[in-house]
């Protein structure tokens, strides 16, 4: 049932005198719950608690927390069809698009339950001492990643769960033994309540401390500005625009304690074609490619935004087909009228520039907030001079940038900004022939993919979702997969410290059968 309440710890509170309702895009009308923004004395509730609870709860065991973080996925699923109900009425995305992701939502909670179990992520570290060493004796040294406070997450729109309420930013903060402070995303606050409310009953069910979790409703900017400029949050998670991530991380270097903000922001996500590949599979990479450009209505940030190609009758035939392929698909509703008159206005903004022309356009008649997919060609040239055309458009759109060879196939590469992902199509000798390409794409994307589609992200301890600004605000860290742990820890020396007082992890009878670093040497044997 949904309340419109925030949830400050364990307690329900609408104080707040500012109320809005979230919106059906398919339907074109607003919902029928009404929610109650938090105000500043629920924003201030809710860190005073989180700021308590992070003293016990970072003491807490791995096992207690991988139960904690278990249990969680069994209550979202728990929530049944309600949850199924509301999120498809506030995203306009399909049910089976819910189910997926609700999928993907208990499986990140479960592998960061795995991780934790397994123990050996706080990367330990022993250097026994050396009393009699000459000239200078050698002191007892112990470092393992210890969780750096409370963090403050920020729901994204356009993965209502995943990206979400208990998404990967949520589940690896806990993870790691940090408390969390959701502002929930605006556009689908009635989702995310009903996962807060699961998250509070696995709480309670687990004996975690009151204040380990809390979920803020807001409409506008104001409660993420008060929960990132406050002194006792000590981390941001956050998925979405260049300008909200930016915000949020001048706000975050502006405060007397600067504290990181971890960014996963815009990405253009370049696609190299090259000949060969185009020539073996010209067809099939069109069709895969017409999909993966318009898969839920384009609202991916992996989504294929800029593909590139030297001049040449392969890249022809390919850039045709690709066209008719993709006028060939039926648009998608988008999830929000903000985003769809966003997308009218970036499409048509890259599509007016000088010398662009636009191969393929949907022509058929679309309902309110479907978005019409669009493909526009321009020479490397004209892309080289006019960085508009760098832009990313939020929605089924991409531009085809034709290069006359190699050398100017480079140069675009090299004037682009950080990507999430970069894609090769092509065959190994062609790679081999051109070992500058692969190098150069890698300077600029965090996930560099072969023959593939860059839509899918894979939630692995080998997955990558980030990269050089501004994909992200930090290219070293991930936000998907379970080194997204290490976003919310720091290292911390123990330096002569009585055994017997030291982390589990770092004691010399190695109870948690972790692997460690000793003496230089990985074991997982006692000391």
């Not at 209550?75 to 995203?91: D, F, K, M, N, P």
């Not at 949020?248 to 405060?255: E, K, P, T, V």
């Not at 009218?344 to 022309?357: I, M, P, V, W, Y």
Request: aromatic share 8%; charged share 20%; glycine share 10%.
């Amino acid at each position: 049932m949904i309340t419109g309440k925030n949830y400050i710890g364990e307690a329900q509170s609408g104080k707040g005198d500012k109320t809005y309702h979230t919106f059906n895009p398919k339907l074109n009308i607003p919902t029928e719950w009404t929610f109650y923004e938090a105000n500043h004395e629920e924003i201030e509730a809710a860190v005073e608690k989180a700021s308590k609870a992070f003293n016990s709860y970072s003491k807490l065991s791995h096992s207690q927390r991988a139960s904690f973080l278990n249990t969680i996925a069994d209550e979202i699923e728990a929530l049944g069809e309600e949850l199924i109900t509301v999120y498809t009425q506030e995203s306009g995305l399909p049910e089976g698009r819910a189910r997926g992701e609700r999928g993907r939502t208990m499986g990140q909670l479960r592998a960061f339950a795995t991780l934790l179990m397994e123990g050996s992520w706080v990367e330990a570290t022993i250097d026994t001492a050396l009393p009699k060493r000459e000239p200078l004796p050698k002191v007892d040294l112990r470092s393992m990643l210890m969780p750096i406070g409370p963090i403050a997450v920020f729901g994204s729109s356009n993965f209502p769960l995943a990206f979400s309420t208990a998404g990967g930013d949520t589940a690896s903060a806990l993870a790691a033994g940090c408390p969390v402070i959701v502002k929930s995303h605006p556009m689908h606050a009635g989702t995310g309540e009903l996962v807060a409310s699961a998250i509070i009953k696995a709480a309670k069910a687990t004996n975690m401390p009151d204040g380990v979790f809390s979920n803020l409703n807001s409409s506008d900017v104001t409660v993420g500005q008060l929960l990132t400029m406050h002194p006792k949050i000590k981390g941001v998670g956050f998925t979405g625009s260049i300008n909200g991530g930016m915000a949020l991380y001048r706000l975050a270097n502006q405060r007397k304690e600067p504290i990181p903000v971890f960014a996963e922001m815009g990405s253009i996500n370049p696609v190299v074609a090259l000949p060969k590949a185009l020539e073996e599979k010209g067809a099939y990479w069109s069709a895969q490619y017409a999909n993966s450009i318009t898969l839920g209505a384009g609202q991916f940030c992996t989504n294929p935004g800029l593909i590139l190609g030297i001049k040449g009758t392969e890249f022809s035939n390919f850039v045709n087909k690709l066209s008719k392929e993709i006028e060939k698909i039926e648009p998608a509703c988008m999830l929000h009228p903000n985003i769809y008159e966003g997308y009218l206005e970036g499409k048509q903004e890259l599509s007016s520039q000088a010398n662009t022309k636009q191969i393929a356009d949907f022509k058929g008649d679309t309902p309110p907030n479907y978005a019409a997919q669009s493909v526009v060609t321009v020479e490397a040239s004209t892309f080289l001079e006019n960085p508009i055309l760098h832009r990313e458009v939020f929605g089924p759109f991409s531009i085809v940038v034709s290069c006359t060879d190699q050398e100017e196939l480079l140069q675009v590469i090299g004037a682009l900004e950080g990507q999430l992902t970069g894609t090769i199509l092509g065959t190994e000798e062609e790679l081999k022939n051109f070992p500058e390409l692969p190098n150069a794409l890698m300077q600029r994307v965090g996930r560099i993919i072969f023959n593939g589609v860059p839509t899918g992200v894979e939630v692995c301890p080998s997955m990558m979702h980030g990269g050089p600004f501004p994909a992200s605000t930090d290219s070293r860290f991930t936000s998907v997969g379970t080194s997204a742990i290490k976003r919310w820890v720091r290292p911390v020396s123990f330096q002569s410290w009585p055994e017997d007082l030291l982390p589990q992890a770092l004691q010399n009878n190695n109870v948690l059968g972790i692997m460690r670093l000793v003496n230089g040497e990985n074991t997982d044997r006692n000391i």
